[in-house]
């Protein structure tokens, strides 16, 4: 999935002169998780660079650079990190085609690692993906697998929004699918890894369905899509599980055909509970779906603490939580 | 491009044109603007070159009265306080005549900071833990200003100043057992490894988000001086996190409220791969940092004990006399790479921290008792070993209770705990069924 988010890096440098990319350690070094590698020999030091450790600093100058007409691609290392940067992009980079009509706005991709699985403690495995969610003029995207991770990315770039791009590094080397003393497995076989040459774009607000099924519906994105699949595969359940892969604007066609089909859903994310992504997702479902609901909707994701580092496994919600859930759903 | 839906912010440039008698941006004789990335002097392959090094001779800055106006401080934000000279003799006005046992106990703490690094990143790479940062070539920065403040002067760290712990007497087992996230980890696996907390040796809790630290060490110290008490507050931040905001809502703080804090900037050069340019350090220096703000400001040779250790008991007398908050820079070098995850070789040449011309701060410390005739090679000796079995025994000891690996801590309940004083419902049954999940996940064998 790095060389799929490197490569569509390279593709849209090469179209476009005006993309250029700067974050902490993203020139020389290509990225502590080396996602920008090779940018800078090829593109030069002033179309990527290594920015200062200020996130506040690297996306109010992404935007700075979006006013002119550039299309800055900014990386913040962690998205735990990202923090410094909230005011600029909730109270500016979300709302300046608004408040201008539409006289400036703000093409900019504010990508970042998220989440958990790596045993990175509080402040390397957070999912913040739902503050995000909840500010007005920003699109959040979350890819689940290298081929999607490319085409999301160059349709988050070549979007005339603000994108934030978050990216599960759990799975930046191979899907993780929640059974953690399974042995790794590597993207190479997997067809999801796939990734074609050249530009090609998978739209934002498009969701996929990542295993058709009619017991029950599970709305998931980046690496819980495959603790939905494993866990499916795991319990004998016939679950369809939908990759939302953008959550906001959310594809509320593929939601609701599936939940219609269905009539039992469960929402899966690693973030918090309270207020996350998924009691917007219940919430949608129960006013758009409620007559073709059989069972109330479920909710699994990580517990409302801060994210704990010996006690990962604990913490992360993989199949021994979401089994019981597609159970319960599946009883009424 | 397939196809650019806006691209409207770029100003067409008949706009720009001003009014006829003024000249226009179209066709003007103008210079092509050009942007300046700083770029170290060397990467992996190139020779290491230090040669840009302005090193003032050792002894060679004046030390002003610690009453003085903070801006008579500000010529030395751009020059280096040193003490010990080339053969680790103790020159100069800032030559705090420390007795030998204090030296030697200083010694003691940095070598004890080197062996326990060794082994723990030993252990990281045994797979005992997730992670690990050593503080090598930087021991000076922590143990000196340790032994230059008082016991109950109140540190708000970074994360490369274990040294601060081991010269506050720490017990090595509870660092360690912190690091191995394991039965006796007083954090209860919480916690990254090497991100201490302990308050009663007056060590806050170390933060991954860079930079918050700075601007609390000024609430503390001015709550500090609210209440009328005498303790100070030292705070440290990374040369690459001046960056941050909060680095100037710290200054801002500490200035205008003449904060009884020491706002410590340890300049190693590197921010994982990022040199301090970066960060600005091509312009100025960091110590510079203090005359904007109107603050004193103190720039010093890292790796020299006794310059730390001096300029940190300066700026703690000042603030001690409420006269208010020191900025200082200690100038250092990162020897090793940034953490367990890094590697050093993809974006600097091998050995760089060898080549360091402030050579090490142990090497100078050792050579300086050495030449009191308070010291020898063999007794250095003795003194590595006796620690090494200190630190081995300590490890066996943590080891007892876990590794992240195999036995760390695991408690459903204290997971919960301490997210609020109390327990609301919805934490009450979350832990509920996290306690049903784990039942079942060792049910099935997991």
């Not at chain 1, 699985?117 to 699109?139: L, R, V």
């Not at chain 2, 751009?78 to 030998?100: H, N, S």
């Not at chain 2, 992670?131 to 490369?160: I, N, Q």
Request: include cysteine; aromatic fraction near 8%.
């Amino acid at each position: 999935m790095i060389e799929a988010l490197n490569d569509a890096h390279d593709v849209m440098m090469d179209r476009d002169p005006d993309i250029v990319v700067l974050g902490e350690d993203v020139g020389y070094f290509g990225g502590v998780f080396r996602v920008t590698a090779g940018l800078q020999k090829k593109y030069g030091k002033t179309r990527v660079f290594d920015a200062p450790i200020a996130e506040g600093g690297i996306v109010a100058a992404g935007i700075g650079m979006g006013l002119y007409g550039l299309k800055p691609v900014i990386e913040i290392q962690f998205a735990d990190y990202i923090f410094p940067g909230f005011d600029q992009i909730f109270s500016e980079a979300g709302r300046i085609r608004y408040r201008t009509a539409g006289e400036w706005s703000v093409p900019m991709v504010i990508r970042s690692p998220y989440g958990g699985g790596i045993f990175g403690g509080q402040t390397h495995s957070q999912s913040p993906e739902a503050f995000f969610a909840h500010m007005p003029g920003i699109k959040t995207v979350i890819p689940s697998n290298p081929h999607d991770a490319k085409g999301l990315l160059i349709a988050a770039i070549e979007d005339p929004d603000p994108v934030v791009f978050f990216e599960p590094k759990r799975i930046y080397n191979g899907p993780f699918d929640g059974f953690y003393e399974r042995p790794v497995t590597p993207w190479a076989k997997d067809p999801r890894a796939e990734v074609p040459e050249g530009h090609y774009s998978v739209p934002l607000g498009k969701a996929a369905v990542a295993r058709a099924g009619e017991a029950v519906t599970v709305l998931a994105y980046g690496t819980m899509v495959h603790v939905a699949i494993a866990t499916a595969e795991a319990e004998g359940i016939d679950a369809e599980v939908i990759d939302l892969r953008t959550i906001v604007p959310v594809d509320i066609a593929t939601i609701e055909e599936s939940v219609k089909k269905t009539g039992r859903c469960v929402v899966l994310h690693e973030a918090t509970r309270t207020a996350g992504f998924g009691a917007e997702l219940a919430a949608l479902v129960q006013e758009r779906c409620f007559y073709h609901l059989e069972a109330p909707v479920q909710r699994v994701t990580g517990y409302d603490t801060p994210y704990p580092h010996s006690m990962e496994w604990t913490y992360f919600p993989g199949p021994a939580r979401l089994g019981p859930a597609l159970k319960a759903v599946l009883k009424d | 491009m397939t196809d650019r839906p806006e691209r409207r912010n770029r100003p067409a440039i008949d706009r720009l044109a001003g009014p006829p008698d003024l000249p226009s941006v179209r066709g003007a004789n103008r210079t092509c603007l050009s942007l300046h990335v700083p770029e170290p002097d060397a990467r992996p392959g190139d020779a290491v070159d230090f040669s840009g090094i302005v090193i003032p001779a050792a002894g060679s800055v004046a030390r002003p009265d610690v009453a003085v106006a903070a801006a008579e401080t500000h010529p030395l934000c751009f020059t280096l306080v040193r003490v010990l000279d080339e053969e680790g003799k103790a020159v100069g006005p800032w030559d705090p005549r420390l007795d030998p046992d204090k030296l030697r106990r200083m010694l003691r703490d940095m070598v004890l900071v080197r062996v326990f690094d060794e082994r723990m990143f030993r252990a990281q790479r045994q797979g005992k833990t997730s992670f690990y940062m050593k503080s090598l070539g930087e021991e000076a920065v922590a143990v000196a200003a340790a032994h230059a403040l008082d016991a109950e002067d109140m540190c708000f760290p970074t994360y490369r100043q274990q040294g601060l712990l081991v010269a506050r007497d720490y017990p090595l087992v509870e660092m360690m057992c912190q690091i191995y996230s394991n039965k006796g980890d007083k954090l209860k696996g919480r916690q990254l490894p090497i991100m201490y907390s302990d308050r009663e040796k007056g060590f806050f809790s170390i933060s991954g988000n860079l930079a918050t630290q700075y601007p609390q060490a000024v609430g503390w110290a001015m709550a500090s001086a609210i209440k009328g008490d005498s303790r100070i507050a030292a705070g440290w931040i990374g040369d690459g996190a001046t960056a941050e905001g909060d680095f100037h809502n710290a200054v801002t703080f500490a200035g205008v409220y003449r904060a009884p804090v020491i706002l410590n900037v340890v300049n190693n050069q590197w921010a994982i791969s990022t040199f301090s340019g970066i960060a600005g350090g091509e312009l100025t220096t960091f110590a510079a940092r203090a005359v904007g703000y109107g603050i004193a400001g103190l720039r010093v040779d890292g790796n020299d004990a006794l310059a730390v250790y001096a300029a940190t008991r300066w700026a703690a007398d000042r603030a001690r006399s409420n006269l208010g908050p020191t900025l200082i820079e200690l100038f250092t070098y990162r020897a090793e790479g940034h953490s367990t995850s890094d590697d050093q070789t993809a974006y600097r040449p091998k050995d760089a921290g060898a080549a360091w011309p402030l050579g090490d701060p142990v090497a100078r410390l050792k050579a300086h008792l050495i030449g009191l005739g308070e010291w020898d090679e063999e007794r250095q000796k003795a003194l590595e070993e006796q620690l090494g079995e200190e630190v081995r025994a300590a490890q066996k000891e943590a080891e007892k209770q876990g590794t992240l690996g195999n036995g760390h801590y695991e408690d459903v309940d204290s997971m919960f705990a301490d997210v609020f004083a109390d327990l609301p419902w919805h934490l009450a049954e979350q832990r509920d069924a996290a306690k049903a999940e784990t039942a079942s996940r060792s049910g099935r064998g997991k």
